[in-house]
């Protein structure tokens, strides 16, 4: 299963990292800080996340930035471990999709300083003032397939 959950990540750091590659150098995101697409339904909002989940801890200094780094780089090689030894084709694929979650947002961390968040979703009367990005994206399906189909 180690070539499932291989290919799993690399799909969701390819698609998340070309992604932030779009909103970054060709909507020149972080100068023009939004574009409507479906509001509110769906927005491009430039969000720069130095700490964790909803901003926490985003004034923190530098070295909890490695220490999430090295956090993601140790989830990520327990998920491809998860995988290689996983009985089920879709527990592999979601082990997968954490480990690529989790390195498209170390990724963003060394080169950026910051994950690059651009996602915000609003409805129901509800303004949601969050962004996310494709990686989180990634490590939400993955966890969700890990209690799904983790039947080992």
């Known amino acids: 299963m180690t070539r499932l959950t291989l290919i799993a990540a690399l799909f969701w750091i390819i698609l998340d990292q070309a992604s932030k590659w779009i909103m970054l150098l060709v909507l020149d995101l972080d100068r023009v800080g939004q574009v409507l697409v479906m509001p509110p339904y769906?927005?491009?909002?430039?969000?720069?996340?130095r700490g964790i989940n909803f901003g926490l801890f985003a004034n923190s200094p530098d070295l909890l930035r490695y220490g999430l780094i090295a956090l993601a780089l140790a989830?990520?090689?327990?998920?491809?471990?998860l995988g290689r030894n996983s009985q089920s084709k879709l527990s592999a694929i979601a082990a997968g999709s954490v480990a690529g979650g989790a390195l498209g947002n170390a990724f963003d961390r060394l080169?950026?300083?910051?994950?690059?968040d651009f996602l915000?979703?609003?409805?129901?009367?509800i303004n949601n003032p969050y962004t996310f990005n494709i990686a989180d994206?990634?490590?939400?399906?993955?966890v969700f397939g890990l209690l799904l189909f983790s039947n080992d």
Do not use: E, K
């Open 42 to 49: 769906l927005n491009f909002i430039m969000g720069w996340n």
């Open 75 to 81: 989830v990520s090689a327990w998920m491809i471990q």
């Open 111 to 116: 080169y950026h300083g910051a994950v690059v």
């Open 120 to 125: 915000n979703m609003s409805c129901c009367g």
């Open 137 to 142: 994206i990634g490590i939400f399906a993955g």
